[in-house]
């Protein structure tokens, strides 16, 4: 089965730039994503990481490490407009089935 | 954006009775999911479909049946709703089998059983 942890709450100010981890143990690893979600609304897909390394994509990045089950998500120049939740989520055998962590809620202050 | 739609995004129902949510995509997408979110769990499946008529369950299942008789449409239903069903419903789409297609999810429909 897949197990996933990330902290619940982070906070930030605006301008900065934060980390947020997130741990899995999975009896097979098919990658891992990043959603972001905003209070009331649908998740949106920010990233998927399958091998080690970063990968960044405008003033978000993403890493990887398959050997140490870990990954984050970096948010560089944080805007207030990146006050949301951000779920880590692991594939399930087959069918993209999505396990997710219960998300950290990123509060961005002035 | 995707095209899916959820409908209805509110309800309150009473315990007992039976309650069906619906989720419509224009996208043509093979699979679809229905998740459930709570405070502290995070978003858990509850079943999926991989095709028309072709439906298993995901983590959460009891108490829930589903059906996908048309590629565009999947109904999830409370046979009898109970407090414990209290909860935010997303459906989401994806396109492939393949673990890096990633979901696209619908608004949500907030259901509150009363």
């Known amino acids: 089965g897949q197990n996933i942890d990330q902290p619940t709450e982070m906070t930030a100010t605006e301008g900065a730039i934060v980390q947020i981890n997130c741990t899995y143990q999975?009896?097979?690893?098919?990658?891992l994503f990043w959603y972001q979600q905003h209070a009331g609304e649908a998740p949106t897909f920010l990233s998927y990481?399958?091998?080690?390394g970063l990968e960044e994509k405008g003033r978000f990045s993403s890493f990887l490490s398959r050997s140490k089950g870990y990954s984050y998500l970096l948010l560089k120049e944080l805007q207030m407009k990146d006050s949301a939740s951000y779920l880590c989520?692991?594939?399930?055998?087959?069918?993209?089935?999505?396990?997710f962590g219960t998300g950290t809620r990123l509060l961005v202050s002035p | 954006d995707a095209g899916i739609t959820q409908s209805p995004r509110h309800k309150v129902t009473e315990t007992g009775t039976p309650v069906t949510l619906r989720c419509h995509q224009t996208?043509?997408?093979?699979?679809m999911y229905w998740y459930r979110q709570d405070p502290g769990h995070g978003l858990r499946l509850i079943h999926y479909?991989?095709?028309?008529?072709?439906?298993d369950k995901g983590e959460v299942s009891d108490g829930y049946s589903v059906s996908r008789s048309k590629t565009e449409d999947f109904l999830l239903t409370l046979e009898s709703a109970t407090s414990s069903q209290t909860s935010v419903y997303f459906c989401?789409?994806?396109?492939?089998?393949?673990?890096?297609?990633?979901?696209?999810f619908g608004q949500g429909t907030r259901l509150t059983v009363v």
């Open positions: 989520a692991v594939p399930n055998t087959g069918f993209q089935k999505l396990v």
């Open positions: 479909s991989y095709g028309v008529k072709d439906t």
């Open positions: 990481n399958v091998l080690d």
């Open positions: 999975t009896s097979g690893f098919n990658g």
């Open positions: 989401a789409i994806s396109p492939g089998r393949s673990s890096n297609t990633e979901a696209f």
């Open positions: 996208e043509n997408h093979r699979y």
